[in-house]
Every structure is written in C-alpha cells, then in structure tokens.
C-alpha cells in the first residue's frame, strides 16, 4: 500500500505555499527497529527528514512502506512546523490546552464560589419539595 502521487504532490505544494521547499530537507532512510522480527530490521524503512532553516527533525517508522513513511514523516514535520513557527493554532494544540485547564487545581477562591452555589442550589430545591404532613 502506497500514497496516490495526487496526494502526495497536494502535501508538497501545501507545504510549499507555507514556506517549506523541499531544498530544505535532508532526507535519510536507517534501519527500522521493534517488532517485526528480521524483516522490520533489514530494510530501510525508517525515514530521517530535517528541515535545515528551523533544526526541526522528525524519524517516522509508523508503517513497513518506505513511501508511506515519507509521506507521514512530511506531514508530521509540516504540522510541527505550522504549529512552532508559524504559531497557527491546531486543533491538536486547542485540545492539548482543554486538557491542561482540566488538570489545573482550582483556587480556593473558585472552590469557594462552587461551595455557595451549590448550597443556595440545594435550598432552592429544599423549598420546592412537598410539605410533609407531621
């Protein structure tokens, strides 16, 4: 299984109309490793990509296709690109962020504001219960 050339060549010009040429790339093929056996660590499947002008570098070994490796490793190195340089907020990045707001510890401010909302919630549904009949 390999990438179709249309899809391909979409990614370069994407990444060509961001300013990233393919000039600016060094790109090696190492030794694959994991499992997989002897297979996996014979070939060189592995792909290497280092965008000169940023320093950014990216090892892909997601599949055994040496072609889907270097069309993932662009893509992936496109992404970080994007995300670092030229600072566009992603959807990755956004999610990240909800994450790390999600994890913060409250304020004991905050906390004693959820406090006093939830006792006035809890008299409020206190007054509209039935009237017992002792």
């Known amino acids: 299984m390999s990438v179709s050339k249309d899809k391909f060549l979409a990614l370069v010009e994407e990444m ?3 300013g990233i040429f393919e000039d600016d790339i060094v790109e090696k093929f190492i030794t694959g490793g994991g499992p997989g056996g002897q297979k996996i660590n ?3 499947s592995c792909v290497y990509l280092k965008h000169l002008p940023t320093g950014f570098e990216v090892k892909c ?3 055994r296709s040496r ?5 993932y490793a662009r893509r992936i190195l496109f992404d970080k690109i994007r995300d670092e340089v030229l600072n566009i907020e992603t959807a990755k990045k956004k999610e990240a962020a909800k994450i790390r707001k999600q994890k913060a510890r ?3 401010k905050s ?4 406090l ?3 006792r006035e919630r809890s008299e409020t549904k206190r007054d509209r219960a039935k009237p017992s009949i002792e």
């Open 16 to 18: 060509r109309q961001a």
């Open 42 to 44: 014979k070939t060189h």
């Open 61 to 63: 070994q997601q599949n």
């Open 67 to 71: 072609e889907m490796n270097r069309f």
């Open 106 to 108: 409250r304020s004991r």
């Open 111 to 114: 906390k004693e504001k959820l």
């Open 116 to 118: 006093e909302k939830k």
